[in-house]
């Protein structure tokens, strides 16, 4: 049962106690991630999923449950993971290296770790600095890196010995928009050209839909929902969504959104860009037979440059599944004007 | 960027035959180690100066320590030479107990911990026994200054090739016998994150029923006291030591036999050692406190 999947998890909980207090970070979480697929696990902070991650990866005991990674048990064999698994920590990242170390020791340290042979590890850390760009600073203390050049020395290590299954908490949070597209790029080329198996977190809506094959909501350490990023959308459907475009400065913003909010046919403004010179607006509406004409109605004077019916953003999507604003931050590597339009 | 990406791909295609080897990781993480120390170059100035005033302290102590006194009680009459052994030799046992637990300390703090276990094959025992030889390394070098310091400033010590073996074998032996003190230490550090407090104790306990700073001896007129410094291997190994090096005996003399029973039944404590580290461990990724954030 176990060899189709690369990750199994069985019911598994953490609770962390804090004297009477009691704070279920995970609960009864089951999951199957098949080999080769890219799996993405999203929710807000303090979700679950890094205390999720962390029970893979055996640096948490489960109180309850139990889960496989490759076929290993994270309970009778922690050993046996740890030598299947590339871990890379988020949000704490920076702190995961050595910082009085050179970029370069700190992968060959982790690399003999790992009982990868010498010249194996050099020539992976060599061709792994020059894809990231940080060849020309490999032999600076990490102490003098920057955010993004330290997440990408993280994700190099988690790499180093060849893994079939990488997690990867967040692993292009801090990169700039350049290096995350890369990034991106490289890791599903891992998945599509040489099977590997990734779940990945993230609070980066785009990166999530443009690279999992499934993804899990999970929220108050629940997952509350699993299936391919149109299924989610699919899901809601109910959430009537109209987009609006016009070709007008940002200044008559709070006009536009004044003649709409006054409609009874619009529920709430979900969100609202400027670029240059245009604005895009979605809002929730009870019907769209009767909103999109009367939202058109309304605008006129404006430079209109479409009234139309929109699928649910992952985004929103969340929003409905599970009444809480999925992300907290501006995604990496993602213009503004691409947020919640792709289709 | 696509050959890029190709090449990065590349070299992910070859499987390597990885050899699990226990001393490598060890060395490693000794050979990281010197380097992360090396690039404190304050502390290792401090450190040469305060191998020298802690050796200035004892030769001035000396002037008020009677010749008379100490011979009286067995010792060659250099109060230097014996404070000169005891210090080296309690700076040595002082880093095997302490140098792990502070290395822990600063390994959960700054967030490196959890990559660690992360990446764990052999319950951290190679980790382990790197950060000891590390100690080991770092102590000789400040306990070979010491012994030069004192020697710069009169310490009468055996030159005896032999007994100097001799002396290294002892103290190897009692490292190894504090090694396992060290890694319990260390252990509990992980759970109840009470280093200094914990330190501290030992410290005052091995200096003072250690016989760091004055003759044993003289505790003999204060039985209890007396008893309770004979159950701590420490008092054994420096004993052994300083009658080496000091009344040049050998290990065949009556009473070195005696102390080298002692140390011989606490060599366990090594085993143990790595056990109580796994169990305190383990509780620590059930309550989720490998790392402090």
Same mark, same amino acid.
């Given at each position: ?21 009691? #704070?279920? $970070? ?31 990866? *055996? ?78 600073? $490999? ?44 990034? !991106? ?35 108050? &350490?629940? #997952? ?52 240059? !010179? ?38 929103? $999507? ?8 999925? =992300? ?16 | 960027?696509?050959?890029?990406? !190709? ?31 090396? *690039? ?7 450190? =040469? ?13 000396? =002037? ?17 030479? =014996? ?15 302490? !140098? ?10 700054? &967030? ?182």
């Amino acid at each position: 049962m176990l060899g189709e999947y690369a990750i199994v998890s069985e019911n598994l909980t953490k609770i962390f106690r804090s004297g009477k207090r009691k #704070i279920v $970070a995970v609960d009864h979480v089951s999951l199957k991630i098949k080999r080769g697929e890219f799996f993405g696990l999203l929710g807000p902070n303090g979700a679950g999923k890094t205390t999720f991650t962390k029970m893979l990866v *055996t640096l948490l005991i489960p109180d309850e449950g139990e889960a496989w990674v490759d076929g290993f048990s994270i309970l009778k064999e922690p050993i046996e993971v740890r030598k299947r698994v590339g871990w890379m920590m988020g949000e704490t990242g920076g702190r995961a290296l050595y910082w009085r170390l050179s970029g370069y020791d700190n992968l060959m340290f982790f690399a003999k770790l790992h009982n990868v042979p010498r010249d194996v590890a050099e020539q992976r850390i060599k061709v792994l600095l020059r894809f990231v760009e940080l060849e020309n600073d $490999a032999h600076k203390l990490v102490m003098n890196y920057s955010t993004g050049m330290r997440v990408k020395l993280m994700l190099i290590r988690a790499l180093l010995h060849n893994p079939d299954i990488l997690i990867l908490d967040e692993p292009t949070l801090g990169l700039d928009v350049e290096s995350a597209r890369k990034v !991106r790029t490289f890791l599903r080329r891992l998945v599509d050209d040489l099977g590997k198996t990734i779940l990945f977190t993230s609070h980066n809506m785009y990166e999530v839909e443009m690279l999992c094959d499934r993804i899990a909501i999970i929220n108050r &350490g629940r #997952i509350i929902f699993i299936g391919t990023p149109r299924e989610i959308r699919e899901k809601v459907e109910e959430i009537k969504i109209v987009e609006i475009q016009l070709a007008e400065n940002g200044n008559v913003l709070d006009d536009v959104l004044r003649r709409i909010t006054s409609l009874s046919v619009v529920n709430e403004v979900l969100s609202k860009e400027i670029l240059e !010179r245009n604005i895009i607006i979605r809002v929730s509406v009870t019907d769209h037979a009767t909103a999109i004409p009367e939202i058109a109605n309304a605008l006129r004077g404006y430079n209109i440059e479409s009234v139309h019916r929109a699928l649910p953003t992952l985004e929103e $999507a969340f929003l409905k599944l599970a009444g809480v604003k999925i =992300f907290s931050m501006k995604p990496s590597g993602v213009g503004v004007g691409r947020y919640g339009r792709r289709r | 960027m696509a050959e890029d990406v !190709r090449e990065a791909l590349e070299i992910f295609r070859v499987r390597e035959t990885k050899k699990d080897s226990f001393m490598a990781r060890a060395l490693a993480s000794l050979y990281y180690q010197l380097k992360i120390i090396a *690039t404190y170059k304050m502390f290792l100035a401090i450190e =040469f100066i305060d191998i020298i005033l802690s050796v200035l302290i004892y030769y001035f102590v000396g =002037f008020l320590v009677s010749p008379q006194a100490l011979s009286s009680l067995g010792y060659s009459p250099d109060y230097l030479a =014996f404070a000169v052994l005891g210090i080296g030799m309690s700076r040595y046992l002082w880093t095997s107990i302490s !140098r792990l637990a502070h290395k822990l300390s600063h390994e959960i703090s700054e &967030g490196t911990f959890e990559s660690l276990v992360a990446i764990d094959v052999d319950n951290f025992r190679s980790w382990l026994i790197g950060q000891v030889i590390y100690g080991f390394t770092w102590s000789s070098m400040w306990f070979v200054g010491t012994i030069l310091v004192g020697m710069a400033l009169g310490a009468k010590i055996s030159g005896d090739p032999i007994l100097w073996f001799q002396a290294i074998f002892i103290l190897l032996l009692t490292i190894a016998v504090h090694v396992g003190i060290g890694i319990i230490a260390a252990g509990m550090y992980i759970k109840h994150k009470q280093l200094e407090t914990m330190l501290v104790f030992l410290s005052l306990v091995m200096e003072f029923f250690g016989g760091v700073l004055y003759p044993l001896s003289l505790l003999y007129n204060y039985r209890p006291l007396y008893y309770i410094a004979m159950l701590l291997p420490f008092t054994h190994g420096l004993e052994m030591f300083r009658r080496t090096l000091m009344n040049e005996w050998t290990i065949l003399h009556p009473q070195m036999l005696l102390h080298l029973g002692f140390l011989l039944v606490f060599l366990p404590l090594i085993y143990l050692g790595f056990k109580i580290f796994e169990r305190y461990l383990n509780l620590a990724r059930k309550e989720g406190v490998l790392g402090t954030y």
